[in-house]
């Protein structure tokens, strides 16, 4: 009985320290606010976006953000979901993000709910 007793409580001890390990690789999106040259953002950070230029991450600025501060260096052919995408890559200011600048290359795309799609290595 005792032997059953603590057979359980490993057993959930168990389970509960892999459901806890499961679900840290399993978040995926996680919410930020971003600074770019003092204008606050609404950013998300997407663990699925590894999408990198020269070393440094690539993040995703909503299409009205653009301006002539952005330079245009390059395009560059990305995996999404299930196919080949071709994206511009663009120089531009730093981002803030907890506190932390970190050195960008931008791509513009529509986004909704959100002005900013961190990299992967971003904010966590």
Same mark, same amino acid.
């Given at each position: 009985s005792i032997f059953l007793l603590l057979v359980t409580m490993i057993y959930v001890i168990i389970l509960t320290m892999v459901e806890k390990?499961?679900?840290?690789k399993v978040k995926i999106e996680?919410?930020?606010?971003?600074?770019?040259?003092?204008?606050?953002?609404?950013?998300?950070?997407?663990?699925? =976006?590894?999408?990198?230029?020269?070393?440094?991450?690539?993040?995703?600025?909503? =299409?009205?953000?653009?301006?002539?501060?952005?330079?245009?260096?390059?395009v560059l052919e990305i995996e999404v979901i299930n196919s080949k995408q071709i994206i511009n890559i663009y120089s531009g200011p730093k981002i803030l993000v907890n506190?932390?600048?970190?050195e960008v290359y931008y791509s513009f795309?529509?986004?909704?709910?959100?002005?900013?799609?961190? =990299?992967?290595?971003?904010?966590?």
């Open positions: 390990a499961l679900n840290r996680e919410e930020y606010l971003v600074e770019i040259k003092g204008k606050k953002l609404k950013g998300l950070l997407d663990t699925g =976006n590894k999408c990198y230029y020269k070393n440094k991450p690539v993040v995703f600025l909503e =299409n009205t953000y653009f301006s002539e501060e952005f330079k245009l260096i390059d506190n932390y600048q970190y795309t529509n986004i909704e709910e959100y002005d900013i799609i961190l =990299n992967n290595l971003i904010g966590g």
